[in-house]
């Protein structure tokens, strides 16, 4: 996986005395998080929710109390409104990685998050497009290069269901046959990897789109994407 830039730690509320140690294990437990869901967006949002609790609450992780992070979790954000139950629940998950990170480093020793109960959250439907409606959407696609290799993204994503960064990290190496059937292998969130079928009508878009740039897959290095760059065309 490609280095990406992780997010910078700045204005945290931690004591001058032990500003710089609070401030490696913040970015050490960052790091760490990014490595095991491959998202840097996740790290991100991760990254901004502890620097807005320890602005709020200006005092070191060994001294935070459960009656704070549960003022912090209900709290207003931003745009004055009351939290809903789903931001809740993510205020504390955040919080208690980095409290339960603390503790596997033999930083701390209690994690406050623990006397805390979650809000009840229910799972919205999944939201999709119709079958119509990605017929349409394909309709529309340019029959030159950039619109053949965007074609097989959608195809891609659509017929696998793999989230977005899994499917844009698909290398000519992720790719296997057996018995003339393609298999790609993945890595996705939390660092879980996997391996599963890909089918036929995405596999010959795939292949079309490398075409129109002159690429075939059989001759690709394993490190190369099997989406090309409009630059290359």
């Not at 229910?122 to 999709?128: E, K, L, N």
């Not at 992720?174 to 990897?193: P, V």
Request: hydrophobic share 40%; glycine share 8%; with cysteine.
């Amino acid at each position: 996986m490609p280095e990406t830039a992780m997010p910078h730690v700045t204005a945290l509320a931690f004591p001058e005395q032990n500003l710089i140690g609070w401030e490696r294990a913040l970015y050490a437990f960052l790091v760490e998080k990014e490595r095991r869901s491959g998202s840097i967006r996740t790290v991100e949002g991760y990254s901004r929710m502890l620097q807005d609790f320890f602005r709020r609450v200006p005092k070191p992780p060994d001294q935070v109390n459960a009656q704070e992070v549960f003022v912090w979790a209900h709290g207003k954000g931003v745009s004055g409104k009351d939290p809903s139950p789903v931001t809740i629940g993510a205020r504390m998950a955040c919080l208690s990685s980095f409290f339960r990170f603390l503790i596997r480093m033999d930083i701390l020793q209690r994690n406050p998050c623990d006397r805390l109960e979650r809000p009840r959250t229910s799972t919205p439907p999944a939201r999709g497009l119709s079958a119509e409606e990605v017929r349409r959407l394909l309709a529309v696609i340019p029959d030159n290069p950039p619109g053949l290799r965007d074609r097989a993204i959608i195809l891609t994503l659509v017929l696998t269901g793999r989230r977005r960064a899994e499917a844009f990290r698909l290398t000519a190496g992720d790719l296997s046959f057996e018995n003339d059937i393609c298999f790609y292998s993945y890595r996705g969130k939390g660092g879980k990897t996997g391996r599963r079928e890909l089918p036929r009508p995405a596999l010959e878009a795939v292949r079309a789109g490398l075409a129109a740039y002159g690429r075939e897959l059989e001759n690709m290095s394993t490190h190369e994407s099997v989406w090309p760059s409009p630059a290359a065309a």
